[in-house]
């Protein structure tokens, strides 16, 4: 995990390195930039969890350079495919460079796991002769896991463009400029922005054919158990790579505990006792939980607890650092941000339990108003594409702001396969039907590894299962006065609805004035 930064047009080096100064809190274990002929600057902060002593960037030589910023799973794998590449390193990252040289920026769908890339080359010698020659490419891998912002408005009005991995680092007079990167896309001069691979998996982008239930609440296959706990397993075990300390958040709720219990039999085969970590205020509903778990699994758990005026107090360096002023991410990034600071005190990387809800139908919203099968299964579709600038972007920001490196083994992409492969009907949920609470699936498929009143705890956000959503609602709700909000509430498009979601975004406004927050960052329906 780290920060990467680029421009491409000019080789701007000072204002390059002011780019990368904003990012040094994404790797501060090291730095270091190039300047590529007269036409690009490559920089990166590393955070150093890979190949520890060799895997220094920019990655290259005199053809080519890479930065890079993610975990590539698959490295070892991939470089086997690579006859005739001579690595320097063993960084993960290095295979993207090989790969790409060897064949072309489509072959990045390889690659599993989350990572953006920037590369530059010297000017083509021969365009006519070698129409594959790399100038310069930046690509963000299928979900969006890690981060990656440009300026694609600016290279159309003056033929400059700059990259990096939040949105703070770009000068104030390039922020009107600044979007999202797509996911699962790559970017070249000369070819412009082309797309090597979707979210989610072209072959269940629609709904299964596979039959589902005939009767609600009818007893789940015990082939779909296995197929969901066996690729889970699978992920979780590739999303332990690492040559240091990985170690587990953990809520208490299911997500979380199904990660925490296949690390923990993992590591505990390998001699080691996993770390996990809970927040949340006094007597909280996931404090209490993480704790059952924790001891049923026997981990080295570290909790803090926080009060009210701490949640308030935080608010400023929370929303700076996630870089939305949406109020379910707000609430949900402020335990985040305390359980961030919490972990990087004793590990580098953390597994998660994001995106499960999504892949299982976790949100009551899912059953509400998508009650048809096909319905329901593209929502869930929906949803997963658009991650990247909800709770991704949230995830990574609340732990690169204390140098954790945070990793999804369910947005596996082998993972969203098999877990959008089941008939929506086995996903459906019934809250007055205790044969059909959400996330059944994967309830039933880890039914012995967890106490049952883990296994089977209804769905709570992480905000409200912490504490510290009704105390933000309240006291920012008290802060704003109805006629505040109605006078202020159209600063953007859609308009602001509440007075909670106005105070978040004052904040936003300060920390990213000039920012077109609709070109990088979503907002959930319900605020």
């Known amino acids: 995990m780290c920060g990467i930064a680029a421009v491409y047009g000019r080789a701007d080096v000072d204002a390059g390195r ?90 990045l769908a390889e690659l599993r796991g989350m990572w953006a890339f920037c590369l530059a080359g010297p000017p083509n010698p021969d365009p006519v002769g070698r129409p594959d020659w790399i ?27 700059r990259f990096a991995s939040e949105i703070r680092a770009f000068d104030e007079d390039w922020r009107w400029a600044v979007e999202s990167f797509p996911p699962g896309c790559a970017w070249t001069p000369e070819r412009g922005l082309v797309r090597f691979a ?13 039959p589902g239930p005939r009767t609600p609440g009818a007893p789940i296959p015990e082939d779909i158990l296995r197929s969901t706990r066996e690729t889970l397993a699978e992920s979780v075990d590739r ?9 587990v958040f953990l809520s208490g709720g299911l997500d979380s505990s199904v990660i925490a219990a296949l690390a923990a039999d993992f590591l505990r085969a390998r001699g080691r006792r996993l770390k996990t970590f809970a927040v949340g205020t006094e007597r909280s509903a996931d404090l209490l939980a993480a704790r059952v778990v924790a001891e049923h699994l026997e981990t080295d758990h570290h909790e803090a607890v926080y009060t009210a005026e701490e949640a308030v107090g935080a608010l400023d360096a929370v929303i700076g650092a996630i870089e939305s002023f949406d109020p379910s991410l707000v609430r949900s990034a402020v335990p985040n941000w305390f359980l961030a600071r919490l972990a990087a005190r004793h590990v580098k990387v953390v597994l998660t339990g994001e995106g499960a809800d999504e892949l299982y139908a976790g949100y009551g919203y899912y059953h509400d108003a998508f009650a048809e099968p096909e319905a329901l299964h593209g929502e869930l579709v929906r949803t997963i594409r658009g991650l990247h600038d909800l709770n991704l972007q949230r995830a990574d920001r609340v732990t690169m702001a204390h140098g954790l490196e945070a990793r999804v083994p369910f947005l596996d992409r082998e993972v969203i396969a098999q877990a959008l492969s089941l008939p929506p009907g086995w996903k459906a949920s019934d809250p007055d039907d ?18 049952d009143d883990v296994l089977w705890r209804p769905k709570e956000q992480f905000g409200d299962g912490s504490g510290a959503a009704d105390v933000l609602r309240d006291a920012l709700t008290a802060s704003i006065t109805p006629a505040e909000l109605e006078r202020e509430r159209h600063v953007v498009d859609p308009p602001l609805r509440t007075a909670e979601e106005l105070a978040y975004h004052r904040i936003y406004a300060r920390h990213l004035g000039g920012v077109r927050p609709e070109r990088t960052m979503s907002r959930f329906a319900e605020p």
Request: aromatic share 6%.
């Open 239 to 247: 999303h332990l790579m690492a040559d240091v300390d990985v170690g």
């Open 135 to 161: 100038t310069f490419l930046a690509a963000r891998d299928p979900l969006g896991i890690k981060p990656l912002y440009w300026t694609p408005a600016r290279w159309e009005q003056d033929g400059e463009v």
């Open 434 to 451: 205790p044969r059909q609470l959400e996330k059944r699936v994967l309830r039933q498929a880890f039914d012995g590894w967890l106490p």
């Open 198 to 210: 979707d979210a989610v998996p072209p072959e269940v982008a629609t709904v299964p054919r596979m």
């Open 18 to 107: 002011r780019m990368l100064g904003r990012l040094a809190h994404r790797g501060p274990d090291d730095a270091g930039d190039v300047t590529v002929a007269d036409h690009a600057w490559l920089g990166h902060t590393r955070l150093s969890i890979v190949d520890l002593t060799g895997g220094r960037q920019p990655l290259g030589d005199e053809t080519l350079w890479l930065v890079g910023n993610g975990e590539v799973y698959n490295h070892a794998e991939v470089r086997q495919t690579l006859d005739g590449a001579l690595f320097d390193t063993d960084s993960d990252n290095e295979v993207a460079l090989h790969l790409v040289v060897d064949r072309g920026p489509a072959a």
